[in-house]
């Protein structure tokens, strides 16, 4: 299995930036596809951006043109920079990893087994 771990959220104003990090341990990390997901309080949990294993990334319409996901293998470690933030983006941050899921499933959460505990980003006007 692999452990999670994210990191960088924090209080930022509208326009501005973050990024976020998720460091990875356990089995080689290279071999997992990896996603971001958010949560706000009383939504369900929603998609962000997602990576395969061979590097293919895909976005949810909310992340596109904004957030940039990105893998380091050699760091086993995710990064989503987030740029022009806006005040719905606020929410708890999760990272996510699976070994096996069908490309088309890389954005849907439930295809996920491993979690990390979240980062809070709140985003004010």
């Known amino acids: 299995q692999v452990q999670l771990v994210e990191s960088g959220g924090g209080l930022v104003q509208a326009g501005g930036s973050l990024r976020l990090s998720c460091a990875a341990s356990g089995r080689t990390f290279s071999r997992y596809h990896m996603g971001w997901f958010r949560q706000a309080p009383g939504k369900e949990r929603e998609p962000v951006a997602a990576v395969s294993s061979g590097g293919i990334r895909y976005y949810a319409d909310s992340a596109k043109g904004r957030f940039t996901i990105s893998r380091d293998n050699a760091k086993n470690t995710l990064y989503l920079q987030m740029t022009s933030l806006l005040p719905e983006d606020t929410a708890v941050y999760y990272c996510?990893?699976?070994?096996?899921?069908?490309?088309?499933?890389?954005?849907?959460?439930?295809?996920?087994?491993?979690w990390g505990q979240g980062t809070q980003v709140t985003v004010f006007s």
């Open positions: 996510a990893a699976e070994s096996a899921i069908n490309g088309h499933q890389l954005l849907n959460y439930r295809a996920y087994e491993y």
